[in-house]
């Protein structure tokens, strides 16, 4: 008995020490594998970034008949005197903002619906967003041309904000109803308590913890119709009506392409995504909801 009774002092520091070595082996593979992450992610990134930093190059170098030197801004003067790209933005400015602000205007409260509500209207309303959303848009264009030139709405900004608005609402509203329902519905419970109708909890409490949602919401809506082509190619005619998508493809000539302009105007249509991403990273966060339940 004395004898076992003295080898566990002995066998307690030779456990330590052994402990101790392997969490420092494990912390040595663990520190080569966070390396070999961030070089895999260095390099991927710089792959994704090769066609941008070319386009941006391209785009302030001088072109064929310039006689300039070095970088330039030439060919974004160029382009804004000597075409219409200032009318191509503004058309892509007017019909994107518009689907953004109809697409968010829609989506929240359907979206609010679908998380909230349980019958089988709304089980059958779930089901043919489903199915709309399965469906292409290219399955769609010809059936809505044929409609729009009847309705005079082909060749007008108008109709092509129409088709946007009908194209992102499903999944704008899929997505409204999935952050909804991450919001504890305790929090409506308690502003009903305090006398707030279900319209007043829905746009005091439920909008006011979702802005990550309905940014997200926002600025799917805004890259759908800001970058779409297949839409406007078919609904577009008229030069002066074209956005920038349509704008890009008209310097693109049968037997010619005009490369510094079609680099310029590309630089222009990636800056206002750059910025609406930069200015609105910062409301992007998670846990403000957690601390609206503290201390129930």
């Known amino acids: 008995m004395s004898a076992v009774l003295h080898a566990h002092p002995e066998s307690g520091p030779a456990l330590g020490v052994e402990a101790d070595k392997r969490r420092k082996v494990l912390s040595e593979v663990g520190q080569r594998g966070r390396w070999w992450r961030f070089a895999a992610i260095l390099i991927i990134t710089g792959i994704v970034l ?7 190059l391209l785009a302030f170098t001088p072109g064929p008949n310039s006689t300039a030197t070095g970088l330039t801004f030439e060919n974004l003067s ?23 602000v109809v697409s968010v205007a829609v989506a929240a409260p359907a979206g609010y619906v679908l998380s909230r509500g349980r019958s089988k209207a709304v089980s059958g309303y779930s089901l043919l967003l489903f199915v709309m959303q399965s469906l292409p848009i290219i399955t769609s264009v010809v ?25 992102t609402m499903t999944v704008a509203t899929w997505m409204m109803a999935a952050y909804f329902d991450s919001i504890p519905i305790s929090l409506e419970e308690a502003s009903w308590i305090d006398g707030c109708s279900v319209f007043g909890s829905f746009t005091k409490v439920v909008l006011r913890n979702s802005l ?40 693109f000539q049968q037997n010619a392409t005009d490369w510094t302009s079609v680099m310029a105007l590309a630089v222009v249509m990636m800056l206002p995504p750059v910025i609406v991403f930069a200015t609105l990273n910062k409301y992007f966060s998670v846990g403000g909801i957690g601390g609206s339940l503290a201390g129930r």
């Open 143 to 167: 059936p809505l041309f044929i409609l729009f030139a009847g309705m005079g709405l082909v060749d007008n900004l108008l109709g092509l904000t129409i088709i946007y608005v009908g194209s």
């Open 78 to 100: 160029n382009v804004f005197s000597k075409t219409l790209a200032a009318t191509w933005l503004k058309n892509s400015l007017v019909t994107t903002l518009s689907t953004v």
């Open 50 to 56: 090769v066609p941008i930093m070319v386009t941006v």
């Open 212 to 251: 990550p949602g309905v940014l997200s919401t926002a600025i799917f809506a805004f890259l759908l119709a800001w970058n779409d082509y297949l839409v406007a190619i078919v609904f577009l005619r008229s030069n002066e009506i074209f956005t920038l998508p349509m704008g890009v493809q008209s310097f």
